[in-house]
């Protein structure tokens, strides 16, 4: 839906801009910010030429990026049974027996959501009682965080997982669960549509840019092909990394041609370990509520250093799905076998990326900044997992405290983009940045501002965009923005010392929306490189006066 009009001005309302913290107005010239100013100057310079857009107090602050998303399966997410409320076995089971008593044919029936460790009794229901309440069908409910899924027999014995690793119950994961995702995967016409569903919901959200996860276990190359061969000029701009290890320049060259679709480099979801949840992160000390284990590692330190050297030496990023602090060592080795083999610089200048890194200690953080390396950290996870009581203190006890170290990565050096690993989590950025304000360990709490660049330009700059600008609002850069309906603006910081003299007009700080109240930001526009993708049906236009 493009702007009749090169030029629209903004005005009557407020701009998150470096330019200038008191922006009131904003005029866009094809696709480019080309000024921001006061409401008294939007009045010299109003004209006929252009769309006026009257904001009625509303802010226009950059477009989000997420940092690390599934695109088909946050579609899969919205268009399948949502368990995310469930907290027993039996209430799993009557919601999948509900949902399968009004599914037509023989469709897959498809869940994501349920937690087990918020249940009074983590019992998972059998693999005979979920296929009476799937009816016999082919079922696939993924856990909160999709590294292990509940799969009906029909499912398994489809996808030959009976009896292969990772198979246990009506539970799989590893090799299974990969094997009942592929017998499971929607056609090519439900998958374009899927990926629509998505980025509509992405947009309607105040996204401009989506970071694609794709990976041979997750949703296959000829999926990636899809979404990346598909007309992305009406949503928000797309970006994709593949997940698969090589050994060489060579190979990893291969791999990129046969592909046959732009990727930023061999990394993202690469696992070097699993999930907490799973208890399939890689950690030094065992799980307290499960002593024999200690996670899984999915690379050796072999493996790590040699994709390393490869995608240095062609020149592309490469990284990995790190969770434990176990994990994280090992991809720390990785690096050094890497910077051995071409050059500490090559390395640097490749720009890898870890994604998640949720156990860092303060030596860890600092080699990680020496190397050069960008976190893609997820907020909602302590959100969601980390306090008393939950997840992490369940799975790890003391140990819970530090985890997802925002601050520490911060202090360290290390750039921060910040995603919400959807379908895990929603795409929620107010959120999300919500999150990183009210972090569980107040030791590791940022400010509002911190999170809202982690979230916006960290993430344009940690896929290299081709322009520098994009992720402000300052004359020259992209116009990728939206704009929020917001109950108040302040300065919002971990230390309320700082928040006192931040609000100072003096200390000339752009104010954000005040997340400590019961309603977020409502989206009303978004708009990417001066086309809209999305307008809400309250957001109104009048003409030029």
């Not at 100057?41 to 030429?49: E, K, P, W």
């Amino acid at each position: 839906m493009p702007h009749e009009r090169p030029l629209t001005l903004y005005r009557n309302g407020s701009v998150y801009s470096a330019a200038d913290p008191f922006a009131s107005a904003m005029l866009v010239d094809s696709g480019t910010v080309a000024w921001v100013g006061s409401e008294q100057a939007a009045t010299s310079i109003a004209d006929s030429r252009m769309e006026v857009v009257d904001l009625d107090g509303a802010l226009i602050a950059p477009g989000f990026i997420d940092s690390h998303v599934h695109i088909t399966e946050t579609g899969l997410r919205l268009a399948s049974l949502d368990l995310a409320s469930v907290r027993s076995a039996t209430e799993l089971l009557d919601a999948v027996a509900r949902a399968a008593a009004g599914l037509p044919g023989d469709g897959v029936l498809r869940g994501f959501g349920w937690d087990e460790s918020s249940w009074a009794d983590p019992t998972l229901p059998g693999p005979e009682e979920l296929g009476r309440a799937a009816g016999g069908r082919r079922a696939i409910l993924n856990r909160a965080d999709v590294h292990s899924a509940l799969v009906s027999p029909a499912l398994a014995d489809a996808a030959g997982a009976a009896g292969s690793a990772g198979h246990d119950g009506a539970r799989a994961a590893g090799d299974a669960l990969y094997a009942a995702r592929e017998a499971s995967r929607p056609s090519e016409r439900e998958t374009q549509v899927l990926q629509s569903q998505a980025m509509e919901h992405a947009a309607s959200r105040g996204y401009v840019g989506l970071v694609e996860q794709a990976a041979p276990g997750i949703s296959g190359a000829d999926d990636l092909r899809l979404l990346m061969r598909r007309d992305l000029s009406a949503g928000p701009e797309v970006v994709a990394y593949w997940g698969q290890a090589v050994s060489s320049p060579q190979e990893a060259q291969k791999v990129l041609d046969d592909l046959g679709v732009p990727v930023r480099g061999l990394a993202g979801d690469l696992n070097i370990d699993g999930s907490i949840g799973s208890r399939t992160a890689l950690l030094t000390e065992p799980y307290v509520d499960a002593p024999d284990t200690r996670g899984r590692a999915f690379l050796t330190v072999e493996q790590a250093g040699a994709h390393l050297a490869a995608v240095s030496a062609v020149g592309i990023q490469g990284g990995f799905h790190v969770i434990g602090d176990a994990g994280l060592q090992l991809a720390l080795d990785g690096l050094r076998i890497a910077s051995e083999a071409v050059g500490a610089s090559a390395v640097r200048a490749a720009g890898h990326r870890l994604e998640h890194v949720e156990m860092a200690s303060e030596a860890a953080a600092a080699a990680l900044a020496q190397y050069g390396v960008t976190v893609s950290a997820q907020p909602l996870f302590d959100a969601v997992w980390g306090g008393t009581g939950g997840l992490y203190e369940q799975r790890l006890g003391h140990r819970r405290a530090g985890m997802n170290p925002f601050l520490r990565f911060h202090s360290a050096g290390v750039p921060l983009a910040f995603g919400s690993d959807s379908p895990v989590c929603a795409l929620s950025p107010w959120e999300s940045i919500r999150a990183c304000l009210q972090h569980s360990d107040p030791d590791q709490r940022i400010s509002a501002r911190a999170a809202f660049l982690g979230h916006t330009r960290a993430g344009w700059r940690a896929v290299k965009h081709r322009n520098p600008l994009m992720g402000q609002l300052v004359p020259g850069a992209p116009a990728s923005f939206a704009v929020w309906r917001v109950d108040e603006l302040m300065v919002q910081v971990a230390d309320e010392r700082v928040q006192a003299w931040s609000t100072d007009p003096r200390a000339r700080t752009p104010l954000l929306p005040a997340l400590d109240t019961e309603g977020l930001p409502e989206c009303l526009q978004t708009v990417h490189e001066g086309r809209e993708i999305f307008r809400s049906e309250s957001f109104g236009r009048q003409p030029a006066r």
